[in-house]
């Protein structure tokens, strides 16, 4: 079982940066890969960046150059720097791993999300 925590977001002007954090916690094997997904009232959610325990990583076209995703194996976190912030950057963003727990049964965790707004 994993629960995970999101924080950092908030209300910023466009051009801005924010930085989203992530914390695992809970009794697992091992978290196979960590992403950020974002979603905005009356769209699907989409995937922001992804990176795997070994340090491989990919983004979203619309976020390449822009964010950047990483973390850190030994505290389970992963972070999402955010840099020349738009509006249409504004959703809800959700902290995704994807874990294998003590009995080889591979699981999907969500976080709570967090609010992460953009005004022109």
């Known amino acids: 079982q994993v629960q995970l925590v999101e924080s950092g977001g908030g209300l910023v002007q466009a051009g801005g940066s924010l930085r989203l954090s992530c914390a695992a916690s809970g009794r697992y094997f091992s978290i196979n890969a960590m992403a950020w997904y974002r979603q905005a009232p009356g769209k699907l959610r989409e995937l922001v960046a992804a990176v795997t325990g070994v340090g491989s990583t990919n983004y979203a076209d619309s976020v390449k150059g822009r964010f950047t995703i990483s973390r850190d194996n030994a505290k389970n976190t992963v972070e999402l720097q955010m840099n020349s912030l738009k509006p249409e950057d504004t959703a809800v963003y959700y902290c995704?791993?994807?874990?294998?727990?003590?009995?080889?049964?591979?699981?999907?965790?969500w976080g709570q999300g967090t609010q992460v707004t953009v005004s022109s």
């Open positions: 995704n791993a994807v874990a294998d727990q003590l009995r080889g049964i591979r699981v999907n965790y």
